[in-house]
């Protein structure tokens, strides 16, 4: 039997599409690689994976609420599947580093999938055995695979980030090279 998807009243699933919750460091480069995914309807930047209601930016990058910086990424699987968006989310950060991403550290940039449902958890630790055995990384994956919570929405400042502010020194350094790189190996527009 699989576990309901759970997620707060103000956001309601839409006939035909899916969720998956994904943390990979700073959600600014994990929103703006899978908005440009074919099939995906929409990603929002957020929280997930602590205890505290209600986080904020400055509380989650203070460590007092134990989320993590993740984005949910709403899908049509007619068009891209889970799997699909798990080799995205892999290919598209370093899941060998603990709490940190690049230039980003703390625990709020873990590497987490927040899987939805039974058929979510089998698909990524399928995944994670597959990039395992296959000797990609030569240290051990460290992302977490726990079932999803809840998700708060960031603050709308950070909603679109990448689209509305393209020459902040951050997105031009770091988010900017990220979707460039995967644009040409991925299903990315």
């Known amino acids: 039997m699989s576990t309901p998807i759970n997620l707060p009243a103000r956001q309601s699933l839409e006939d035909g599409l899916a969720v998956a919750t994904f943390a990979g460091g700073c959600f600014w480069c994990v929103e703006a690689v899978f908005e440009r995914v074919e099939g995906v309807d929409r990603a929002v ?14 509380a989650v990058g203070g460590g007092l609420t134990g989320h993590a910086e993740a984005v949910q990424v709403y899908y049509d699987p007619e068009v891209v599947t889970y799997e699909e968006l798990l080799e995205i989310f892999f290919a598209t ?12 550290v703390g625990r709020q940039y873990r590497s987490a999938v927040f899987y939805h449902d039974e058929e979510q958890q089998k698909l990524v630790e399928a995944y994670v055995k597959k990039l395992e ?4 990384f030569s240290n051990p994956i460290v992302t977490q ?38 644009k040409k190996n991925l299903r990315i527009s």
Do not use: M, W
């Open 45 to 58: 930047s957020g929280y997930s994976g602590g205890k505290e209601k209600n986080p904020t930016y400055e």
């Open 145 to 182: 695979r726990v079932p999803f919570e809840t998700f708060y929405d960031a603050e709308d400042y950070h909603q679109d980030y990448y689209e509305h502010h393209p020459e902040n020194p951050y997105v031009i350094s770091v988010t900017k090279p990220k979707v460039e790189k995967f």
């Open 133 to 136: 055995e296959s000797g990609k």
């Open 93 to 104: 950060h370093d899941p060998t580093q603990l709490n940190r991403q690049g230039p980003d």
